[in-house]
């Protein structure tokens, strides 16, 4: 089994996971982009790949690399669930490096690991059928477009999976699971 530890702020690179960076250090590679704030009854965060040339760093947290994997857990329900929990707002500015560096990250098997995967690039292709639209606009619009809903969802049953819920788990359930998964980590 696998594991997306939980990183260090102290620490560059921790089994794989990469940490948050500036804007001064994202030269040359394509990052992950998370935008800064989001709205309360957001259930997905417009999280995209981008060059460093698109990005606006007043505006988003950047994670270095483009590690679909980690997308992949951040693009789920479970990420914003985790955001409005671990930092107790509902709405508004994220406290995205204590919610990102406290993820407990689960682990996982080769086959999950290619699941995440798949249902990433299923999302992206859902997001393409929207061209003309920023992905703000989309998202933070409160109603996505059926295809791209059903994307996420389906990237949410693989990602509840590794987590050991069953499809229909409700949002306390989650919450519940994430923070017992971060109590084990704490403990080891």
């Known amino acids: 089994m696998k594991r997306l530890p939980v990183i260090s702020r102290t620490k560059p690179l921790v089994g794989g996971v990469p ?12 990052h ?3 935008p800064k704030r989001y709205i ?5 965060f417009a999280i995209e790949v981008l060059p460093p040339n ?3 760093s007043d505006d988003v947290f950047i994670v270095a690399g483009d590690n679909h994997l980690i997308m992949g857990f951040l693009m789920s329900s479970l990420f914003p669930i985790w955001v409005r929990h671990s930092s107790g707002k509902d ?21 999950q690991e290619a699941k995440i995967l798949e249902r ?14 920023q992905l703000s606009d989309i998202y933070c ?29 409700s949002i306390e359930d ?8 971060y109590r084990n980590l704490l403990q080891n």
């Not at 940490?19 to 394509?30: C, F």
């Not at 309360?40 to 997905?44: E, F, P």
């Open 91 to 111: 709405h508004g500015v994220i406290d995205f490096k204590t919610a990102y560096n406290t993820f407990p990250f689960p682990e996982f098997n080769a086959r």
């Open 19 to 30: 940490p948050l960076i500036s804007i001064q250090e994202a030269l040359l590679n394509q």
């Open 32 to 34: 992950l982009v998370i």
């Open 141 to 169: 619009a409160g109603d996505l477009p059926d295809h791209l809903e059903m994307a996420h969802e389906d990237l949410d049953d693989v990602v509840l999976e590794v987590f050991g819920l069953p499809p229909d788990a």
């Open 40 to 44: 309360q009854n957001q259930k997905y």
């Open 174 to 181: 989650i919450s519940e699971k994430l923070f017992e998964d």
């Open 120 to 133: 990433v690039s299923t999302v992206y292709r859902a997001r393409g059928t929207s061209s003309g639209k």
């Open 54 to 56: 698109l990005i606006n």
